[in-house]
């Protein structure tokens, strides 16, 4: 209540707007400002009618517009801007709050300027950086996932949800007629925000198990290795967020999934290396269990009403059923 009625917090996001118009030579001083003004939007946002106040007021829209000015840095710059997880987990916040009827309005214009920003875009391309081993050397990061990665997965998760909330009132197979069509461009244009690619990247040709000098014999007893917990809990989240997603329309990302043949490939193999790595891992942890039941829902989705997609399960010698 202080902080509002001083009109601290709105001196913190003039700070935060000032990174748009920064010169070159300012802006690692000016960083580290913006890194404390972050920690206090946190501190202050812990408290629930100081989200509304932030919503009401629309003090949250200069902090997307600094997120989206972050995303267009280039990839060097963009990983050493060491506030970039908080400012997620920050806007990740607002999106789950529970907001009082003279709030929604507020939170409805949010969702629209994240989905319409070009921000997704931007995230999937950030993703597609883990491609690149020397830009990000997964080997020696000693099982550590990027908080870029546990954070933004968790801000697309929170926002499909968002937007996939009504599946709970209708039946799956169908869709939000309420939905924009804008919607479905993002998620088409962006190939599921690039997640589907990131995720499997990341298990599959980043994990030493799974390189292809591997024998037979070894790649058998190489998959019961239990993956580190943050790798695990991004598994989770991404598997979340492809389920939010289907449900938004079941039958449009089908369609998606029988045209790209890429994507076909890639869920193919994560489906089969998630379902062997649950079954050998089952009794480890509750997360492994968690896992396994997100993954069997979403090949639920993947496959209902759909010969397309049920006869890309059957592929191969060793069939995904």
Not at 247 to 252: C, G, N, P
């Amino acid at each position: 209540m202080l902080f509002r009625k001083l009109k601290f917090i709105p001196t913190l996001v003039d700070i935060c707007k000032r990174i748009l118009i920064c010169p070159k030579q300012e802006f690692k001083h000016l960083g580290k400002v913006i890194e404390q003004s972050i920690k206090i939007f946190h501190l202050f946002c812990t408290l629930r009618e100081n989200r509304n106040y932030m919503l009401q007021t629309n003090r949250i829209m200069p902090l997307v517009d600094l997120l989206n000015w972050i995303m267009n840095r280039p990839t060097q710059i963009f990983f050493g801007i060491s506030f970039l997880p908080q400012l997620f987990s920050l806007i990740t916040v607002h999106m789950k709050h529970k907001t009082p009827f003279e709030c929604i309005q507020s939170k409805e214009y949010l969702i629209e300027i994240l989905i319409c920003s070009a921000l997704m875009g931007k995230i999937k391309n950030k993703f597609a950086v883990i491609n690149y081993p020397l830009a990000m050397d997964m080997s020696q990061m000693n099982g550590q996932v990027p908080m870029f990665l546990l954070k933004s997965i968790s801000f697309i998760e929170a926002l499909t949800q968002i937007i996939s909330n009504d599946a709970r009132f209708r039946p799956a197979y169908e869709r939000n007629a309420k939905l924009g069509e804008h919607y479905l461009f993002v998620i088409q244009n962006t190939e599921m925000f690039g997640v589907i690619q990131m995720i499997t990247t990341l298990l599959l040709t980043h994990s030493e198990q799974f390189k292809s000098s591997c024998n037979s014999a070894e790649s058998e007893i190489n998959t019961t290795k239990v993956m580190p917990q943050t790798f695990l809990s991004l598994a989770i989240v991404s598997v979340k967020v492809l389920n939010n997603i289907i449900r938004i329309d079941v039958k449009f990302v089908q369609e998606l999934f029988i045209k790209s043949e890429v994507m076909q490939d890639q869920l193919f193999h994560l489906f089969h290396y998630l379902l062997v790595y649950t079954h050998e891992n089952y009794d480890k942890c509750e997360d492994t269990k968690e896992l396994l039941h997100e993954t069997l829902m979403l090949i639920g989705y993947y496959c209902l009403l759909n010969e397309g997609t049920q006869q890309i399960l059957h592929r191969g010698e060793n069939t995904i059923l």
